[in-house]
């Protein structure tokens, strides 16, 4: 029997070399692709939540038109509409049924400022759950005071929102006080009128 020549000696190592360097490639391959993936998570984890729509919800949470719920954190979504109503800002706010799921509460706030002091006012609300049937692609389960134009301006602005983060939000945070916002809504009792009811 003939045997292995010194070339085929070399071949075998260079099959062998090749084979180790293409392990390595592929370990260094997942080890990136793992940082890369730890850091997508992290920072996302970290995201801050915008002061705006911590106060906003802060409001809402004063002025109790948040649910009651046994979780220690809300999950919101907001839009700024700085142009329709300038120089007044609205802010819409959206709180989410649970982190992944497409229903919950929208809130229009009017937003004011003044020597400091953040005023937010909420004349708006509903409950909504997209859905491609509806305008907009949301159906709203309780609708909003007002006509058909109100209720393609929350859709429009909840289809805007659903292209923004969204942000968890302790509920102990939204306790808090804070001296530098004030807070008011439509259904805050008025001299001489009927105190009016919160849509659920």
């Not at 109790?64 to 954190?73: C, D, G, K, Q, V």
């Not at 992944?100 to 708006?124: C, K, M």
Request: hydrophobic share 40%.
């Amino acid at each position: 029997m003939k045997s292995p020549s010194y070339n085929t000696y070399r071949d075998y190592g260079t099959i062998l070399h090749v084979c180790w360097r293409y392990t390595d490639v592929m370990r260094n391959a997942t080890v990136l692709a793992l940082f890369i993936c730890t850091v997508v998570v992290v920072g996302s984890a970290a995201q801050t939540t915008p002061q705006l729509l911590s106060r906003a919800a802060r409001c809402l949470a004063v002025e109790n038109f948040l649910p009651s719920s046994r979780a220690t954190r809300l999950t919101f979504g907001y839009f700024l509409d700085e142009k329709s109503y300038a120089p007044d800002k609205e802010i819409y706010v959206v709180m989410y049924a649970a982190p992944t799921r497409s229903n919950g509460l929208v809130f229009a706030i009017v937003f004011t400022e003044h020597q400091g002091l953040q005023d937010f006012n909420i004349q708006n609300n509903a409950s909504f759950v997209l859905s491609k049937d509806g305008p907009h692609g949301v159906d709203f389960v309780d609708p909003p005071l007002g006509g058909t134009w109100t209720q393609e301006h929350l859709a429009s602005a909840i289809r805007q929102i659903e292209k923004q983060p969204r942000f968890a939000i302790s509920v102990k945070d939204l306790s808090a006080a804070d001296a530098s916002i004030h807070c008011e809504s439509y259904a805050d009792p008025q001299p001489g009128k009927a105190e009016p009811t919160p849509q659920p």
